[in-house]
T-cell receptor, first 112, second 113 residues
Framework: QQQVKQSPQSLIVQKGGISIINCAYE??????FPWYQQFPGKGPALLIA?????SEKKEGRFTISFNKSAKQFSLHIMDSQPGDSATYFC???????????FGEGTQLTVNP | GAVVSQHPSWVICKSGTSVKIECRSL??????MFWYRQFPKQSLMLMAT?????????EQGVEKDKFLINHASLTLSTLTVTSAHPEDSSFYIC?????????FGQGTRLTVV
């Protein structure tokens, strides 16, 4: 599997702040880039996903920015809340929904 | 969203025994399911692709004789960890695909003692 690199490994933000997590990929055949949220002991849940034909996608407080030429994409969480405290994974696949390659994960802590 | 259910949620077994984990798509048919493994505080690694009615496809480095996958129906895939050892202790997660989106099961925590 091609690698997807994610940073930072951990992130602490204050309530109301912006959380930013970055990912970079190598495989130019990837055409589906989802972000997942995982709480301890639970399976990942899809937050938001993007395809390379757009540079940005926003859903509520969550925004993906995508830079195809740089092979990078990022997740922005606006107005971060303590309930957003979880582990976030970026992922990529050549066909949406299948054979996902995950980043290393980011442990987000939002302080009250 | 679609529902994928795993059973059991957690299991403890003795070294040398086998454990079966079930992954069911409750409200859709999944011709393909995927099995991932996640060690504590690490990422998810794809183990194998489960294909209904045919042999599973294993990722490099995954022992097919140790991790037996059966996908006998459009709603059920099973993963059997054979001759389990403590190093097999992990969080096992399956996904089913519907309308190009992957839906994750809640995961199974396996502890081998």
């Amino acid at each position: 599997q091609q690698q997807v690199k994610q940073s930072p490994q951990s992130l602490i933000v204050q309530k109301g702040g912006i959380s930013i997590i970055n990912c970079a990929y190598e495989n130019t055949a990837f055409d589906y880039f989802p972000w997942y949220q995982q709480f301890p002991g639970k399976g990942p849940a899809l937050l938001i996903a993007i395809r390379p034909d757009v540079s940005e996608k926003k859903e509520g407080r969550f925004t993906i920015s995508f830079n195809k030429s740089a092979k990078q994409f990022s997740l922005h969480i606006m107005d971060s809340q303590p309930g957003d405290s979880a582990t976030y994974f970026c992922a990529a696949s050549e066909t949406s929904g299948s054979r996902l390659t995950f980043g290393e994960g980011t442990q987000l802590t939002v302080n009250p | 969203g679609a529902v994928v259910s795993q059973h059991p949620s957690w299991v403890i077994c003795k070294s040398g025994t086998s454990v079966k984990i079930e992954c069911r798509s409750l409200d859709f048919q999944a011709t393909t399911m995927f099995w991932y493994r996640q060690f504590p505080k690490q990422s998810l690694m794809l183990m194998a692709t489960s294909n209904e009615g045919s042999k599973a496809t294993y990722e490099q480095g995954v022992e097919k004789d140790k991790f037996l996958i059966n996908h006998a129906s459009l709603t059920l895939s099973t993963l059997t960890v054979t001759s389990a050892h403590p190093e097999d202790s992990s969080f096992y997660i399956c996904t089913g695909e519907r309308n190009t989106e992957a839906f994750f099961g809640q995961g199974t925590r396996l502890t081998v003692v």
